[in-house]
């Protein structure tokens, strides 16, 4: 498996047999795997979205949103208990305004699931943690 480091964004290759909560990046050499969710730019989305073969969940969001603030702890709960199924990821509307227009965000926050490059299911507005874990559940 194909898998992106959170930290210099270098593509691994895990064995399928190893367990991939164990895996180490072989360029910087830190954990593959934190337990939470990491700030995407527009310099290191496809790395993480196209080129990695963990599915991708995405929270497009802005520092002013309240719903966005609210949604925060649910998400980032949800990466510390949840990895490696999925890889979890924030997205700054205000600050990578290319990537809003690329996906054509016109509410935040929005919730999206990206599996090589592919979005296989998007949600607006915030979600409690139990509808989240559900709305998950439904591509694992």
């Known amino acids: 498996m194909i898998i992106a ?3 210099c964004h270098a593509l691994n290759r895990l064995p399928a047999d190893r367990p991939l909560q164990d895996g180490r990046c072989g360029k910087c050499k830190h954990a593959l795997f934190s337990g939470q969710p990491l700030e995407l730019t ?3 989305f496809a790395a993480h979205a196209e080129k990695s073969e963990l599915p991708l969940v995405l929270d497009f969001w802005a520092s002013w949103c309240g719903p966005c603030r609210s949604f925060a702890p649910v998400f980032a709960a949800a990466a510390a208990e949840l990895e490696p199924r999925f890889r979890f990821a924030k997205v700054d509307t205000e600050q990578q305004q290319s990537l809003a227009a690329r996906f054509a965000i016109r509410s935040i926050p929005t919730i999206m699931l990206i599996h090589q490059g592919k ?5 607006a507005g915030a979600l409690p943690k139990a509808q989240f874990y559900q709305w998950l559940q439904r591509y694992s």
């Open 5 to 7: 480091c959170p930290h």
């Open 42 to 44: 527009a310099a290191n």
């Open 119 to 123: 979005v296989l299911a998007q949600q």
